[in-house]
Nanobody, 120 residues
Framework: QVQLVESGGGLVQAGGSLRLSCAAS????????MGWYRQAPGKQRELVAA???????YYADSVKGRFTISRDNAKNTVYLQMNSLKPEDTAVYSC??????????????WGQGTQVTVSS
C-alpha cells in the first residue's frame, strides 16, 4: 500500500505563487509517472501537469509558462511550482502516482487533495 500526502495549498492573491508538494510512502518497486490534477466547483477534474520517472513533462495549455512540475526520485516526491496565479486556477489540487507494486502490477494512487484559492 502506498500513501500520497500533499502540502502547500492555501490562499494567495492573483499574481502570487504557491508551491505544492506530494510525498509518496510505502512499499513499492518504483513510481512511474506522477501528476497533478485539479477540480474546480462544477467542473470536471483536469490534468494540470505530469512528469515521468526520467523527467519528461506535460502541461495543460492553461498553465504553460506559469507552472513547473518537478520530482525528487530519491524522496518519492513531486512538486508543482505555481507562479502568476489567476483566479481561474482556484481548485482542489490532487496528486497522482502510477506505482509499480511488488507483485508486478501497476496501481494508481491519489492524494487527499489540497485547496488552492486565488483571490482577485
Amino acid at each position: 500500500q502506498v500513501q500520497l500526502v500533499e502540502s502547500g495549498g492555501g490562499l494567495v492573491q492573483a499574481g502570487g505563487s504557491l508551491r505544492l508538494s506530494c510525498a509518496a510512502s510505502g512499499i513499492m518497486i518504483r513510481i512511474n509517472a506522477m501528476g497533478w490534477y485539479r477540480q474546480a466547483p462544477g467542473k470536471q477534474r483536469e490534468l494540470v501537469a505530469a512528469i515521468t520517472s526520467v523527467g519528461s513533462t506535460y502541461y495543460a495549455d492553461s498553465v504553460k509558462g506559469r507552472f513547473t512540475i518537478s520530482r525528487d526520485n530519491a524522496k518519492n516526491t513531486v512538486y508543482l511550482q505555481m507562479n502568476s496565479l489567476k483566479p481561474e486556477d482556484t481548485a482542489v489540487y490532487s496528486c497522482n502516482a502510477d506505482v509499480l507494486e511488488l507483485n508486478g502490477s501497476r496501481q494508481d494512487y491519489w492524494g487527499q487533495g489540497t485547496q488552492v484559492t486565488v483571490s482577485s
